[in-house]
């Protein structure tokens, strides 16, 4: 048995653009019956006890605003929240563990920061019943005999204290115009405010004002503050955004030492390498952004992101997408590579006021993709600027034979148009290659963008489309500056697969730079490694094979990998823990092999 879910876009639902074709040509409405009509606010209605889930109104939408599903009749039992008809519904809820990190992953739109406002009391479940006020003793009711119960029943008498890290920190300048130091002082409820800057690295933006500090900032400024009230249950959504690899450690081990101190935390992170290292368990949110989301069972934290990996959810039986993602071993010498060079650059030097870069020489060959790794404040965007021609050296000289698609960090949103119109403008000249729709447009659903103004897409669709337009272009030489940034897990996989294939494949090349770990193993040749001093002075070392420059840069940051038995992914090691003595002792900061480390020499 099924239950019927039928989902319209609101933002792309636009009757006054169409001639109506999902009420006049649905058979239900043929007959006579009134499965779908207008509502009173201009959008379609449908009827999901009428629907007979024939697809005529999906295919006829000019927009693309309809998604009608079947999902299991034992579901419906468990619907904790649905905000209106033909809206989003969510199924079943995180569950907190005392004195343990949960962590939370899944796609964006999939329902993670609602299943936080319910668990933080934000949000009154209705259990899928929108017409009337919610209330806590009918939500109460649903869970006797459930491990939640007692959790809400403090949540419903005002009697859970939680602490907030939200998603959109950009905000935080709108509620807050003093300085950092002041807010950490009023948050400040176990006297640790001196402790927590120095781990989290705020020292010197306390006198700054919340409209001066970098997103990274802003981003350590929010956990920092969350972290010092005196709450049962901590929920940190996304904190490791605008972070660099440094920073989400020092973050990670700030979220495990208040699970350490006896408290609850529920961690939502995409970048699934500190999520492991945080995490003592995972849930995986699954299902179809924008129209259902399911949380998934308990795992202990390697197994739960082995099935994200794997797209297979073993308990529930459960799969949620077709492929595993496999992590290839890193090789000396990439049969992919020609011996011809689209990029060569000699000793190149860049200087500002309190700054200065020194980049060793290198070369980059056709059908070879450098990763770029590296703190923040070193240097980087200005080295990608200066190979795609955006910015000169001081000293020393760049040769490129091919022109450069350019990503930029930060993007723009000033485009007057929709995402089609942007995308017809010239951007993306071969939008319509069939390699292209296969690899990213398709996968990431560009074409539901379409109708939608640049200008009002979240920072997740922005780096889709942006994305997109790059990889679009006619060239043979992409540079990508943190295409990670704000995109869901499951989107970093699709971008990480699409650069093998549409890069590597096609005998292109590219330059990526982020701070996420896994998407640097799974589309990186080589390595070009960053070191200095943040915001004073950056040393780009010459670039090396993958193994050879995660050693290097692990080893600064005093932290060892090894490769996951069952998936190959690279994971975290527990600093102080017997690998990770064993790998430090041997250098092997970055272990490359699946097996078991060998026992350490006596």
């Known amino acids: 048995m099924t239950h019927r879910v039928a989902v319209v876009d609101q933002d792309l639902c636009h009757s006054d653009k169409c001639g109506l074709e999902c009420i006049r040509d649905c058979p239900v409405n043929i007959n006579g019956e009134g499965c779908i009509v207008l509502g009173e606010n201009k959008l379609a209605i449908i009827s999901e006890e009428l629907c007979i889930g024939c697809g005529i109104c999906i295919k006829v939408c000019p927009f693309d605003a309809i998604t009608i599903l079947n999902l299991g009749e034992e579901l419906k039992q468990d619907r904790i929240h649905q905000f209106g008809i033909n809206t989003f519904r969510l199924y079943r809820l995180p569950v907190p563990r005392k004195g343990q990190?949960?962590?939370?992953?899944?796609?964006?739109?999939?329902?993670?920061?609602?299943?936080?406002?319910?668990?933080?009391?934000?949000?009154?479940?209705?259990?899928?019943?929108?017409e009337h006020e919610p209330k806590w003793d009918g939500f109460l009711d649903y869970l006797s005999g459930r491990e939640l119960k007692e959790h809400?029943?403090?949540?419903?008498?005002?009697?859970?204290?939680?602490?907030?890290?939200?998603?959109?920190?950009?905000?935080?300048?709108?509620?807050?115009?003093?300085?950092?130091?002041?807010?950490?002082?009023?948050?400040?409820?176990?006297?640790?405010?001196?402790?927590?800057v120095e781990e989290l690295s705020l020292s010197d933006a306390l006198e700054k004002k919340m409209s001066e500090l970098s997103g990274g900032e802003l981003q350590r400024v929010a956990v920092a503050a969350a972290s010092l009230k005196d709450a049962d249950l901590y929920l940190f959504d996304e904190p490791s955004s605008y972070n660099d690899v440094f920073q989400r450690l020092a973050v990670s081990k700030l979220v495990r030492s208040i699970a350490e101190s006896g408290r609850s935390v529920v961690l939502v992170e995409h970048d699934i390498a500190f999520l492991d290292y945080a995490s003592d368990y995972v849930q995986i949110i699954y299902g179809e952004p924008g129209v259902y989301g399911i949380v998934s069972s308990l795992y202990p934290a390697r197994s739960g992101i082995n099935s994200l990996i794997d797209g297979y959810l073993a308990r529930e039986n459960v799969r949620f997408r077709e492929r595993a993602v496999t992590f290839e071993q890193a090789t000396t010498a990439d049969e992919r590579q020609s011996e011809e060079l689209l990029v060569e650059y000699n000793q190149l030097s860049k200087s500002y006021p309190g700054f200065r870069?020194?980049?060793?020489?290198?070369?980059?060959?056709?059908?070879?993709?450098?990763?770029?790794?590296?703190?923040?404040?070193?240097?980087?965007?200005?080295?990608?600027?200066?190979?795609?021609?955006?910015?000169?050296?001081?000293?020393?000289?760049?040769?490129?034979?091919e022109k450069v698609a350019y990503?930029?960090?930060?993007?723009?949103?000033?485009?007057?148009?929709?995402?089609?119109?942007?995308?017809?403008?010239?951007?993306?000249?071969?939008?319509?290659?069939?390699?292209?729709?296969?690899?990213?447009?398709?996968?990431?659903?560009?074409e539901?963008?379409?109708?939608?103004?640049?200008?009002e897409l979240s920072g997740g669709e922005l780096q889709k489309v942006a994305i997109v337009a790059t990889m679009a272009q006619d060239v043979n030489l992409y540079a990508l500056d943190e295409p990670s940034a704000f995109l869901d897990v499951e989107d970093r996989f699709v971008v990480a697969k699409a650069l093998n294939r549409l890069v590597k494949a096609n005998g292109k090349s590219a330059i990526v730079i982020d701070h996420d770990i896994q998407l640097i193993d799974l589309v990186s040749d080589e390595l070009l490694v960053f070191r200095g001093t943040p915001g004073a002075e950056g040393m780009a070392m010459e670039p090396m094979s993958r193994e050879d420059g995660m050693n290097v840069f692990l080893k600064e940051m005093g932290l060892t990998y090894r490769r996951d038995v069952n998936t190959g992914r690279p994971r975290v090691n527990k600093p102080g823990s017997k690998l990770d003595r064993e790998q430090k002792e041997r250098g092997q900061y970055y272990y490359v092999s699946r097996e078991p480390v060998p026992e350490a020499a006596p």
Do not use: C, H
């Open 448 to 455: 539901k963008l379409y109708p939608r103004n640049l200008n």
């Open 101 to 130: 990190v949960v962590g939370l992953v899944g796609r964006n739109g999939i329902g993670k920061s609602t299943a936080l406002q319910i668990l933080s009391g934000q949000v009154v479940p209705n259990l899928g019943d929108y």
């Open 152 to 196: 809400f029943k403090r949540v419903a008498g005002g009697e859970l204290r939680v602490s907030l890290k939200p998603q959109a920190v950009y905000k935080l300048p709108e509620v807050w115009g003093k300085d950092v130091r002041s807010l950490l002082r009023q948050m400040d409820e176990m006297g640790r405010m001196g402790e927590v």
């Open 407 to 446: 990503k930029p960090q930060y993007l723009k949103s000033d485009f007057a148009g929709t995402v089609q119109e942007f995308f017809s403008s010239g951007i993306g000249t071969k939008l319509d290659d069939s390699n292209l729709q296969a690899a990213l447009v398709a996968p990431l659903k560009i």
């Open 357 to 401: 870069l020194r980049v060793a020489g290198g070369k980059l060959r056709r059908g070879s993709t450098v990763g770029v790794v590296g703190a923040n404040a070193l240097g980087k965007t200005t080295f990608l600027r200066m190979i795609a021609a955006e910015e000169a050296p001081d000293g020393g000289d760049v040769s490129v034979s």
